[in-house]
């Protein structure tokens, strides 16, 4: 089993950066990719960002401005977010993909983001 533990999240003016850490446990050979995914007020859950064997991918409205890292180690991954906008704010989540399915269907329980104009 796999488990997500999300922290970083916060209140920041616009224009400000904030990093997001995923904290993994588990089986780490079960896991394909890891994925960010953003949820705003009254939306969706969009997929922002991904990483999978060493390359990343991002959504078109964060592109140049997020940054998928991690240690060495793999256990815990990152979201660099800068340049932040408005309608940046809302609930982020790192999950796994999984190896078997190809479905990201471990999450972690969130962290909210709040950007200010």
């Known amino acids: 089993q796999v488990q997500l533990v999300e922290s970083g999240g916060g209140l920041v003016q616009a224009g400000g950066s904030l990093r997001l850490s995923c904290s993994v446990s588990g089986n780490l050979q079960r896991i394909r990719a890891v994925g960010w995914h953003r949820q705003a007020p009254g939306k969706q859950r969009d997929l922002v960002a991904s990483t999978y064997g060493g390359t990343s991918t991002y959504t078109e409205a964060v592109k140049g401005r997020f940054t998928i890292s991690r240690t060495s180690d793999k256990f815990t991954w990152f979201l660099q977010m800068n340049s932040l906008k408005p309608e940046d704010t809302g609930v982020y989540y790192c999950?796994?993909?999984?190896?078997?399915?190809?479905?990201?269907?471990?999450w972690g329980q969130g962290t909210q983001v709040t950007v200010s104009s």
């Open positions: 999950s796994a993909q999984s190896r078997l399915s190809g479905l990201f269907d471990v």
